[in-house]
């Protein structure tokens, strides 16, 4: 019971983080500025972005609250429904739910717009990003361990029940 507690608790615990990191930036930068964090790795550089992932879907607000909405539905009934006696699902869908409404509360309450701040300073390339990105990330991560270590169980079992009818 504690794990499911400590998941919950450490959901909202990065939904306040993300929150109040957006609030930092929005404060004490100006769009665009950026300074290194760590020399070499990472930036912080304040950008907004009006799509979902990589600026895809970019000035579709109302489609990308939707489909956040409605993937936010499902975490909550896989949270209820699936995710019992499970703790790695339960992490995962608790993290993608943190990070879903940290973005979609920047999307309602910025003009469509989502506060990035974070960016490699390695990877130039690659799309500055937040904290609530890294819930989502971290929990999607989770998930596809959980299913693995499920489909590796299923392995073994059948692999068990084989060698038991094999062997009289």
């Not at 609250?65 to 009934?77: E, G, N």
């Not at 003009?111 to 971290?138: E, H, R, S, T």
């Not at 489909?151 to 038991?164: C, D, H």
Request: aromatic share 14%.
């Amino acid at each position: 019971m504690l794990t499911y507690i400590l998941a919950v608790v450490s959901a909202a615990v990065v939904l306040l983080i993300d929150q109040f990191s957006k609030m930092y930036i929005v404060g004490n930068y100006a769009l665009f500025e950026s300074h290194p964090f760590i020399k070499g790795l990472f930036n912080i550089t304040f950008v907004e972005n009006g799509g979902g992932a990589w600026g895809m879907f970019s000035g579709n607000t109302m489609f990308l609250l939707v489909v956040t909405a409605a993937i936010m539905i499902v975490c909550v009934y896989l949270l209820t429904q699936k995710a019992k006696n499970k703790p790695i699902y339960f992490w995962a869908i608790c993290l993608v739910l943190a990070g879903g409404l940290g973005n979609m509360l920047d999307r309602i309450f910025r003009g469509g717009l989502v506060v990035d701040f974070i960016q490699f300073d390695f990877w130039k390339d690659f799309p500055v990003f937040n904290i609530a990105d890294c819930a989502i990330v971290i929990g999607c991560g989770l998930l596809i361990l959980h299913f693995l270590i499920e489909w590796i169980e299923e392995i073994k079992e059948k692999k068990g029940k084989t060698n038991a009818d094999n062997n009289p």
